[in-house]
């Protein structure tokens, strides 16, 4: 969420993980992101991952 308003980071995420800089990211083809962000919500069965950025 960014001033809660939702906002699409990536699709297809195959790996999510803190790390001390954010969260990093990386999708099922290889792309990869790190965001400055906290998870705020998330809903396995609807394959959603709701983080709030910092």
Known sequence: ???GEEEL???SVDTLR???NGIYL???FG???TIKARI???NL???R?????E
């Open 45 to 47: 069965v609807d394959h």
């Open 26 to 28: 990386q999708d099922i």
């Open 9 to 11: 980071i990536m699709e």
């Open 49 to 53: 991952i709701l983080l709030e950025e």
């Open 31 to 33: 792309g990869q992101r």
């Open 1 to 3: 969420m960014k001033d």
């Open 40 to 42: 705020k919500e998330m």
């Open 18 to 20: 803190p790390e001390k």
